[in-house]
C-alpha cells in the first residue's frame, strides 16, 4: 500500500541555514532516501517553496479565484512530501520517524494511506 507523508515545519524552528547543523541537516535527508530506496519502499520525493511562493484557487460563486500564499494561515508549513510503498501502516510510520524533520525534533510528518480510487473509475 501506499503512504504519503507530509513533512510540516516552522520555518522559525530549523538550523540556520549555511551553518554546520544546516548542512549535517540536509545531508540526512539524503540518507533518509537512499535508506527508502536500498529498502524498496521509495517511490517518490520533492521539497516543495515556501508559501510565500504559494497560489491557492477556491470557487466563489460562478467564479474560480486565484489568492497568494497558502490556503490556510497557519505557523507550520508543508516543506515537501514522500510516497512510500509498505506493507501497512506500522511500516510507513517507522519510515516516518526516520525523517529527518521529526528524528531532528524541527517539525512533523503527517501519515496518510494513498486510497485505491481504481474502483471508482468502474462502472
Not at 541555514?17 to 540526512?28: I, N, P, V
Not at 477556491?58 to 486565484?66: F, L, M, S, T, V
Request: contains cysteine; proline residues 6%; charged residues 25%.
Amino acid at each position: 500500500m501506499k503512504y504519503t507523508l507530509f513533512l510540516a515545519h516552522d520555518p522559525a524552528n530549523q538550523p540556520e541555514y549555511g551553518s554546520d547543523t544546516f548542512k549535517a541537516y540536509m545531508m540526512a535527508y539524503g540518507t533518509f532516501g537512499e535508506e527508502a530506496t536500498k529498502a524498496g519502499v521509495f517511490v517518490a520525493g520533492e521539497p516543495v517553496d515556501s508559501v510565500d511562493t504559494a497560489t491557492t484557487l477556491r470557487k466563489e460563486g460562478d467564479e474560480i479565484k486565484y489568492h497568494d500564499g497558502p490556503f490556510a494561515e497557519l505557523k507550520e508549513q508543508i516543506g515537501g512530501w514522500y510516497l512510500l510503498e509498505c506493507e501497512n501502516l506500522e511500516e510507513a510510520l517507522k519510515w516516518a520517524e526516520k525523517v529527518p524533520l521529526v528524528a531532528w525534533g524541527y517539525g512533523a510528518v503527517e501519515v496518510r494511506p494513498v486510497p485505491d480510487v481504481a474502483h471508482l473509475l468502474e462502472g
